[in-house]
Each structure stands twice: as structure tokens, then as C-alpha cells.
Nanobody, 128 residues
Framework: QVQLVESGGGLVQAGGSLRLSCAAS????????MGWFRQAPGKEREFVAS????????YYADSAKSRFTISRDNAKNTVSLQMNSLKPEDTAVYYC?????????????????????WGQGTQVTVSS
């Protein structure tokens, strides 16, 4: 079992930046590939980014490429999502998730069912 707790969400103006963090506790963090997803009101949860167990490989949704950076610190049991040049359409609840079912780059983990554990989410609101 892994417990995941996100933080760092908030209200930011368009063009601004936020850094989300996800703290993991429980099993050995480096055994899990990690991902970030988001869900806007009335929409399905969508993939944002994933990172390998070692942190050496990452994969991004097209919407996140060149603006977002996923990283992890296995010594601190954390995964982060640096979000720059934010747009109103980035407004959503952001979730981190952990998986033993895949590892980047062999599989990218873009589907919710590929993950075993989820955090409770953190709200990101981007105003225009």
C-alpha cells in the first residue's frame, strides 16, 4: 500500500507558474512509476505526465509538453510537477498516482487503469 498526498495547488493568473508536489509513504517509493493526471469539471480524467521508477525517463501529454516538467526525488519519496506558462484550460484537480504495472519508457502509463494508488487531488485554478 502507498499513500499519496498532493500539495501546491492554488489560484494563479494565466502565464504564471505553480509547482505541485506529491509525497508518498508506505512501500518503497522507487518501486513505483509515477504519473500526474488532471480532471476538469464535467470532463474525464486525463493524463498529464509520467516518470520512470529511477526518474531517468519521462513522458508528457501533448498539452503538457514544453510547459510542464515532472521530476522525482526517491530519497525524499516525492514527485513534482513544475507547471509554467499556465493557461485557463489547465484549470483542474490534479492527481498523482503510483504504479507497479509499467515503467517508462517501455510503457508510458497514460491510462488511469495502469495505476494502483491515487492521491486525493489538489485544485489548480488559472484565471484569465
Amino acid at each position: 500500500q502507498v499513500q499519496l498526498v498532493e500539495s501546491g495547488g492554488g489560484l494563479v493568473q494565466a502565464g504564471g507558474s505553480l509547482r505541485l508536489s506529491c509525497a508518498a509513504s508506505g512501500r518503497t517509493f522507487s518501486n513505483y512509476a509515477m504519473g500526474w493526471f488532471r480532471q476538469a469539471p464535467g470532463k474525464e480524467r486525463e493524463f498529464v505526465a509520467s516518470i520512470s521508477r529511477s526518474g531517468a525517463s519521462a513522458y508528457y501529454a501533448d498539452s503538457a509538453k514544453s510547459r510542464f516538467t515532472i521530476s522525482r526525488d526517491n530519497a525524499k519519496n516525492t514527485v513534482s510537477l513544475q507547471m509554467n506558462s499556465l493557461k485557463p484550460e489547465d484549470t483542474a484537480v490534479y492527481y498523482c498516482a503510483a504504479s507497479t504495472k509499467f515503467d517508462v519508457p517501455y510503457r508510458v502509463g497514460a491510462r488511469s487503469y495502469e495505476y494502483d494508488f491515487w492521491g486525493q487531488g489538489t485544485q489548480v485554478t488559472v484565471s484569465s
